[in-house]
């Protein structure tokens, strides 16, 4: 019995201290976080992208492949401008560039030439409310 208690309280006190830690990561990670769209903005850009996403006809596996390499890769677009990060806008720009060519290179293969075209659309359409958000300067390809 006392083995019992033993293991219950070690994994209590396990889980606590794991929590614990996980905490101070976040509140860390957050300190550096700077916003640059407003929920609401975020919000109706999100619906934007959702709405023309269904225009797209993704089947129901491909829909879930493609949501899941976007949340991997915005994620990472988020993180670009964190104030520990300390990029300069130009570095910033090419690193973002960067990863919007790695999210293409993973989810041109799951979708159809059209398909393709319309995530590039629609994305494209997202960097523009990045940049003017920035005040960078947009230039069409």
């Known amino acids: 019995m006392k083995t019992i208690k033993l293991i219950f309280i070690l994994i209590f006190v396990l889980t606590f201290s794991f929590a614990i830690g996980q905490s101070q990561k976040e509140l860390d990670r957050e300190k550096n976080k700077v916003e640059i769209l407003t929920v609401e903005e975020r919000a109706n850009l999100q619906m934007l992208f959702y709405n023309k996403m269904k225009k797209m006809k993704l089947t129901d596996e491909v829909e879930e492949e493609y949501y899941r390499y976007l949340l991997h890769y915005v994620y990472d ?48 359409d997202i960097m523009k409310v990045v940049y003017f958000k920035n005040g960078w300067k947009w230039n069409e390809e």
Not at 91 to 111: H, N
């Open 77 to 124: 677009m988020q993180r670009l401008n964190d104030k520990d990060k300390d990029y300069t806008d130009e570095e910033m720009k090419e690193e973002l560039g960067k990863l919007v060519t790695k999210m293409d290179t993973r989810i041109e293969p799951i979708l159809t030439e059209e398909q393709f075209k319309m995530h590039k659309k629609n994305w494209n």
